[in-house]
């Protein structure tokens, strides 16, 4: 390898560069956070106030308000005053722990109770004591490497020999994802039948269900569940023409019955009180043996017959022949019918008669939504209590812990469990808790304290191994304790030891954080440490695609310029003066140039790597550097880098080999870290990790389109393994114009904990605000490095299989090269034995992890959760939108596997099966012919709807492929609150606003019957914000919003609204802004205009409407899941 080879690369590095004007850099939002204060800890009591950061995004976010910085080798002094605490000596230097008790020790090591020295209080150090690290990585680059790699210095003009003994990474099998695979047969065995197939029941009536009412909540012990599901009170029909819901009884508020000693059935009393929300379909009268109209009065929404014993009912009819429509409202008339059933709707000699479903008259998400937000939003959420179902994720809440976790941290499907397998097995009713470890809480809530136990480290289970939790038991005068977990008995300890008062409660125990709270961390010691030694704090390594595409697009010298201020921003630990982590730089095409960024040159060297096929880093000193100390070096060569390659031709690039580079750069360093990959193509290069394109559209709706979600070769799967057992996370910034194969080049970031970003046909005046907060926003949050997650439960339930971007060498470590704030594992519980009523069901999430300053700790959550031997306390304590979540993740892991109608039909018919069994065994059985869905579940239909006429699982043309295999893996780690926005989307009438207050306008359901043509709505998913405009919006409007007269002139290029100074203008931006901030992406913006082409894309997220790739509209999907579960009881 020459100079001469890399001519076309630019100039040679280091000459002097014309100077160039970089683009305006947009002004860059926020400050540095001033350190946190510690406050003393006295439990569990309110009034801690936390100088936490406003709302949403930060500049930084790493541990802020931690605590004081604790030095590694912690000792006396580096514990804050005030806080309580087993005072340690300082740790011996040598002498590590035993091997097997080294690495993983975590959830399998011993527990070191070893002699204290002292039992006395002990203090954190003042918030201001600066942190020191244990020592500088930069010495720790081992020795050169052994074979020999002719490299390229451009910047000397010498040509450098270096060595390699980089391994290539271990052939051999690719490893898969652990317990990822569904079990085919169990999941798809269900009986599924197109309900084509057989005559359609009578004609079901919705009635409405009573609101959930909800008590003073903070501390109501037990009477925390929902009340029985009743039938309400069979409503006096709506006067007119189902304009609206009836009026709606106001019972917010109102007492909840007591808990009854027995299964209660909430169909039994019919008198309860009338209300909106139908959750509760029942029959009219049987059609008629003809096929046709019904013989009685037309059903037509309110107007049909009453059914024999109700009085009349909004519903609607059912074709003898099983077809039946909606023909309510202006919905265009599609020809797919309901997917999975190609003759619906289209049998021949029977044709239709109007029918309608009023869809005011079914469960409408919007005023569940509304009613939860009324109810439970006013009173802070007090965790006190076991098995509580906390307030939706859509309503605003504060938290107090009080010993269970934040619903933050910890969803649960259900807070009542069954108590045994059979009763599981019977409801259908997924086992699944949604574990989001490193949650960013509001800043009116207390981040988990940090306990220092010293050189013993946290006090553990003997047996389970399981953490000081408050529900561990203290005996024998307060020497043992009983596990909660597992029931053996341990000794506490020596320098543990406390007093137990007359109720058998510690004297300490408001003092102790794992004794009183649901959350809290411990400082992990060195037996919890790789290698047994100290980790070193974690490095970003940024790595930018220099290929023609990249450069012409103007990605380059963006990518450039932002990182020059953005790496003031990395994450700090509390109060650091500065980022502990260091920075490195590379740039790519089919070669590999890695940059000496050393305080002490002069200029930037660059070093060119082009063997790619056993890649390894050219130079060890130098490569990694403390950013304020090399800032000149790094700002030079930031700005020399757009020039250098401003005239490549090259149009190819390596992919597997970056990432290479990145890992063995941080094995040389010893440390965990980050590489962010700025990529713009399919990686057709000659290098190992190669692509083929093999995008084929033809095998949607095959047995093959499994394939398409599949890496393509196994080879990054084993490249992914590798980054994890070295603590590499790979972000992942795309930026393609045509097929790159985000199934294949997504496994490493995804195995690996990190985050994919996609910017199809990227335009710097389009996309660069979006990129950019995307990128301001992943480098800066809040992560931990190196994480091990564990969950352990009571005796009689164990978790067996996990969701999420993570890696499993075993079937109970979930491993994370990178766990950032934003990123959820769901994970689902079996039983293993009997579970009881008394003792209820325990969860402890253990996260093992390294902070951005490098610091080891353990963040703990535990969550206490009843158990029933009914099923109607199952049903009363069910969380939808979590379920949703679950059923998501499963069904888009199922796509791996299975053809995905079979993934379609095995989510029907699971929640058929629920739906029914809730039926069966706790509803009304008097009420034979109507469809009861249980309060806590009656957005089940709708939500499941949405998830069915997904992109993933029901594609339109319009979809490609790699989007599809994005949207698969960006869901598997969103949390509840992601998922809700994403399958339903929040739809806004802006013109509804009111100019004059902070709140948004009430939101309307997702239909197109719901839009106005004189309005403005704003409609957002997490990933896209749209503004519909009706045609018929007034010109003053339109005026102020987009600053033209006419509807012809709005421009649907626009990506952001114009700044106007009106209040109409500031009001519309300031919801967009705050919309923005919610969300862990920037979204995009998209303006539609009523009957623009682009209606169509807009049209694709109303989800209550029959979609243009077939899915069905709620009203028919509704229908279609009452003829399930009948065909289930019958
Ligand atoms: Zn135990």
Redesign the pocket.
Same mark, same amino acid.
């Given at each position: 390898m020459s100079v001469n080879q890399q001519a076309h690369t630019g100039p040679p590095y280091g000459q002097p560069q014309p100077g160039y004007q970089g683009y305006q850099q947009p002004a860059y939002g926020g400050q540095p956070l001033p350190g946190e204060q510690y406050g003393a800890y006295n439990g569990p009591m309110p009034g801690y106030q936390q100088p936490g950061p406003p709302q949403g995004y930060f500049p930084s976010l790493g541990f802020p308000s931690k605590g004081s910085p604790v030095s590694i080798n912690s000792d006396t002094s580096s514990l804050p005053p005030n806080f309580i605490g087993s005072l340690r000596a300082p740790p011996t230097t040598g002498a590590p722990p035993p091997a097997s008790g080294a690495y993983n020790q975590f959830g399998h090591g011993d527990v070191q109770n070893g002699i204290p020295t002292s039992a006395a209080p002990v203090q954190r150090p003042p918030a201001s004591q600066p942190f020191l690290p244990r020592s500088a990585p930069s010495q720790q680059y081992g020795p050169p490497p052994a074979s020999v790699q002719q490299l390229t210095n451009h910047m000397a003009g010498m040509t450098i020999v270096s060595t390699t003994a980089s391994a290539p990474p271990p052939a051999g099998l690719g490893y898969g994802p652990p317990t990822s695979a569904p079990p085919v047969s169990e999941t798809f065995s269900a009986p599924y039948t197109p309900y084509t197939a057989s005559p359609g029941p009578p004609p079901t009536t919705v009635f409405q269900g009573p609101p959930l009412a909800q008590p003073p909540f903070p501390a109501q012990p037990m009477s925390m569940q929902r009340p029985p599901t009743q039938v309400p009170g069979f409503a006096p029909p709506p006067p007119s023409t189902g304009l609206g819901p009836s009026p709606y009884p106001p019972p917010a508020g109102a007492p909840r019955p007591p808990p009854m000693p027995g299964p209660p059935l909430p169909g039994q009393s019919l008198a309860g009180p009338s209300a909106s929300q139908p959750n509760h379909v029942s029959s009219p009268p049987p059609p008629s043996p003809m096929a046709g109209p019904h013989p009685g009065p037309p059903m037509g929404g309110l107007h049909g017959p009453p059914p024999p014993t109700h009085p009349p009912q909004p519903g609607y009819q059912i074709q003898q022949n099983g077809s039946f429509e909606q023909v309510r409202g202006p919905q265009p008339n599609y020809p797919g019918a309901y997917p999975g059933a190609p003759n619906y709707g289209s049998q021949p000699g029977a044709p239709p008669p109007p029918k309608r479903l009023d869809p005011d008259s079914i469960p409408s998400p919007i005023q569940v939504i509304e009613d939860d937000r009324n109810n439970r939003g006013s009173e802070p959420f007090v965790t006190g209590v076991r098995g509580q179902v906390p307030p939706l994720v859509t309503t605003n809440f504060l938290v107090k812990d009080q010993g269970n976790a934040s619903p933050r941290y910890i969803r649960c499907t259900s807070y009542n469990i069954p108590c045994t397998s059979d009763m599981a097995k019977q409801s259908q009713v997924p086992l699944a808790a949604v574990i989001k470890p490193l949650a960013t809480l509001p800043p009116e809530e207390n981040l988990p304290y940090l306990v220092d136990h010293g050189e013993s480290g946290p006090v553990r289970?003997?047996? *389970?191994?399981?953490y000081m939790c408050p529900f561990m038991q203290f005996i024998e005068g307060g020497r043992r304790f009983q =596990? *909660?977990? =597992?029931? *053996?008995v341990?000794e506490v300890p020596p320098q543990y030891f406390q007093h137990l008062d007359h109720t058998g409660k510690r004297v300490d125990f408001y003092d102790r954080p794992e004794l009183s709270l649901g959350s809290y961390e411990f400082l992990a010691t060195v037996d919890y440490c790789k290698n047994n030694k100290f980790p070193s704090p974690p490095a970003f390594i940024f790595m930018i695609d220099v290929s023609y595409n990249a450069v012409k697009s103007g990605l380059v010298r963006l990518i450039c310029e932002e990182l020059k201020s953005l790496l003031d921003y990395l994450p700090r630990e509390g109060n650091m003066e500065e980022s502990a982590i260091r920075v490195g730089f590379v740039t790519y095409n089919k070669v590999l140039h890695f940059y000496n960024v050393k305080s002490s040159l002069a200029q930037p060297q660059m070093m060119v790597v082009s063997d790619v096929a056993d890649m390894f880093v050219p130079l060890l000193d130098g490569f990694l550097v403390n950013v304020n100390e090399s800032r000149t070096v790094i700002t030079s060569l930031l700005d020399q880098i757009p020039e250098m390659f401003a005239d490549t031709r090259e149009t190819e690039t390596v992919f597997a080999p970056v990432i290479q580079a990145g890992l063995e750069a941080l094995k040389a360093a010893e440390c965990a870290g980050k590489l962010f990959i700025f990529h713009t193509s399919l990686p057709i290069a000659e290098a190992p990790g190669k692509l083929k394109n093999r995008d084929d559209k033809k095998l949607i709706n095959t047995d093959k389109e499994k394939t398409l979600f599949q890496p393509q070769t196994s080879f990054y799967n084993n490249l992914a393994k590798d980054c994890v057992a070295q603590g590499c996370c790979v972000d992942l910034f795309l930026f393609p114009n045509q097929y790159l194969d985000v199934a294949t080049l997504g496994v490493v970031p995804y195995q690996t904990g990190g985050s994919i970003y996609k910017y199809a046909y990227f335009q710097l005046e389009t996309d660069q605000d979006r990129f950019l907060n995307d990128l301001r926003r992943d480098v800066q949050k809040e992560v931990g490095f190196d994480a091990v997650m564990r969950v352990r439960t009571s005796t009689g339930i164990r978790a067996t299989d996990f969701f999420g971007a993570f890696y499993m060498s075993n079937t109970t470590d979930v491993e994370m090269a990178g766990l950032d704030c934003d990123k959820t594992i769901t994970v689902e519980f079996k039983h293993d034995d009997k579970l009881s009523e008394d003792s209820g069901a325990l969860l402890q999430c253990a996260l093992l992890y390294t902070s951005c300053a490098g610091q080891r700790r353990l963040r703990i959550h535990n969550l206490s959760l009843n158990c029933c031997t009914q099923l109607a306390d199952l049903y009363r304590n069910c969380e939808t939108d979590t379920l949703i979540n679950y059923l998501a993740k499963y069904a888009y892991r199922g796509v791996l596997s299975s053809p995905v109608k079979a993934v379609r039909d095995a989510l029907i018919s699971q929640c058929a099966q629920i739906l029914a069994c809730y039926r069966k065994n706790c509803a009304s059985p008097s009420s034979a012919g109507q469809l009861i869905l249980p309060e806590c579940m009656k957005l089940l239909p709708v939500y499941l709807n949405c998830v069915l006429k997904s992109d993933v699982l029901q594609p339109g043309p319009e979809v490609t492929t790699d989007d599809r295999a994005y949207i698969r893996q960006l869901v598997t780690s969103m949390d509840v609150a992601e998922t809700n926005v994403f399958f339903y989307p929040r739809l806004l009438p802006l013109t509804k606003a009111d100019v004059d207050s902070d709140s948004l306008p009430a939101a309307i359901r997702n239909s197109e019957e719901r839009l106005c043509k004189g309005d403005i709505y704003l409609l957002e998913n997490g990933l896209n914000i749209f503004v519909w405009v009706g045609v018929n919006v007034q010109q003053g409007l339109l005026q102020n919003l987009f600053g033209v007269s006419s509807f012809n002139q709005i421009s649907n290029a626009l990506n952001a609204l114009p700044v106007l100074e009106n209040p109409f203008s500031r009001k519309v931006r300031s919801i967009v802004d705050m919309l923005q901030v919610q969300r862990s992406r920037y979204m995009k913006l998209i303006i539609v205009k009523q009957e623009d082409k682009l209606e169509m894309l807009f049209k694709h997220f109303l989800v209550e409407d029959k979609s243009l790739n077939g899915g069905a509209s709620y009203v028919d999907f509704l229908c279609h899941m009452h003829k399930e579960i009948r065909q289930l009881l019958s």
């Open positions: 289970c003997n047996r *389970c191994k399981a =596990c *909660c977990f =597992c029931s *053996c341990t």
